[in-house]
């Protein structure tokens, strides 16, 4: 296993008029789990393709181990992927698939070969299907033989690109459990792409947010949740996403008044959060941050409730997710059992520890 550096790297496509990855710094451990997540065209894969050494960059810097592979070939390198769409040769059968990568990529003899692909397949419960071609394979099974193909080489990191997004979703989540239990076993160097939040935040150690080509955060999963460092970390990580309220800020005697831009509502947070907080607040605008399931309900009508009607109720089991008129859009979470429904006007409060400001034009979290 090995640490990854990756310094200042940069894609660029079509003579420089896309910026697939733009400036990405990363230090991954030596047996770190990170997942990188974004929205489609953030540069995930491209940023995978680099460190797999199936795309040149335009510049910047990979280390692999204490080597600087940069422009080493694919080949050459110590990584196995695991593709989304399995990759297994179709010709040949499960043994073969496995047993070919390592022909190519070390000197072991045939019985070297085969006692590790042997045990690879004990490991991932496919030691019965070695006989069979991958058409004969359901498409977890598919996944399993992937895996076990790239296990078996004892890579120095692994590379996912999206591997389970073929699956359904049980089967999903048994291969993320699998895959985590292979990372505990292992203790793999891996980098996990997915454009599944909840996956990324499940199963990495730590989390890497693009978009557009930029990284945007990296953390421990809680620590990004809790503390997004800009506007679309908040909304992206977390579901349902985070509200989003434009508000203007005044200091008033009993603390600090906030008012919806579209003047609709207003609330004050207490004198001592204005005094806590007072190096942080030059300004008099903010975008407001909340979490669904930060939001309560409020008894009576304290000074920091809004009033809000309820346009729509959706069941999602355990807990409703109310839709409220505020803003463009806000969805407060609330226990199941709470008796409201459509069209109910209802007082929502928050708990001033959970309250979000961004920068209203650049994004980035104030407090
Ligand atoms: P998705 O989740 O949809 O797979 P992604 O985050 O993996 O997206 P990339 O595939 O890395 O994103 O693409 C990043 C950007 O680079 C996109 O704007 C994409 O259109 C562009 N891009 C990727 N490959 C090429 C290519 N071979 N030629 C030109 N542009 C490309």
């Not at 697939?20 to 990363?26: E, G, R």
């Not at 300004?283 to 346009?311: F, H, K, W």
Request: hydrophobic share 40%; proline share 4%; charged share 30%.
């Amino acid at each position: 296993m090995a640490r990854v550096r990756v310094e200042s790297l940069r894609k660029e496509y079509d003579v420089g008029t896309v910026v697939a990855v733009d400036d990405l710094n990363l230090e991954i451990e030596d047996g770190e789990f990170v997942t990188v997540v974004g929205p489609s065209g953030c540069g995930k894969t491209t940023t995978l393709r680099m460190l797999a050494g199936l795309e040149e960059p335009t510049s910047g810097r990979i280390e692999i181990g204490d080597e600087d592979v940069t422009d080493v070939h694919a080949k050459n390198r110590d990584v196995a992927m695991v593709f989304q769409n399995y990759a297994l040769y179709p010709h040949k059968t499960v043994f073969e698939n496995m047993e070919f990568g390592l022909r190519m990529s070390t000197d072991l003899d045939a019985s070297e070969r085969e006692r590790r692909v042997v045990e690879t397949a004990e490991m991932m419960d496919i030691s019965e299907l070695l006989e069979d071609k991958p058409d004969e394979l359901s498409g977890g099974q598919k996944q399993r033989v992937a895996l076990g193909r790239a296990i078996v080489r004892e890579p120095d990191l692994f590379l996912f690109d999206e591997p389970l997004s073929n699956l359904d979703a049980k089967l999903r989540t048994t291969m993320r459990a699998e895959i985590q239990r292979l990372q505990d076993e292992l203790g793999i160097t891996a980098v996990y792409v997915t454009h599944d939040q909840h996956e990324a935040m499940t199963m990495g150690d730590r989390i890497v947010i693009l978009n557009d080509g930029e990284l945007q955060q990296q953390g421990a999963p809680t620590e990004v949740y809790e503390n997004p460092t800009n506007r679309f970390v908040g909304g992206f990580i977390g579901s349902p996403s985070m509200n989003f309220i434009d508000v203007t800020v005044d200091q008033v005697s009993d603390g600090l008044r906030l008012r919806d831009t579209d003047g609709d509502f207003s609330f004050t947070l207490s004198a001592a959060y204005a005094t806590a907080n007072d190096a942080a607040l030059g300004m008099d605008r903010y975008t407001l941050g909340i979490r669904p399931e930060n939001v309560s309900l409020a008894d009576g009508q304290p000074q920091n409730a809004i009033t809000a009607g309820v346009d729509v109720v959706e069941p999602v089991g355990s807990d409703n997710f109310l839709h409220l008129d505020v803003g463009p859009e806000f969805i407060a979470r609330v226990p199941s059992d709470v008796d409201i429904e459509s069209g109910d006007h209802i007082s929502i409060t928050f708990d001033e520890s959970d309250i979000h400001l961004f920068d209203m034009d650049s994004g980035a979290e104030i407090l």
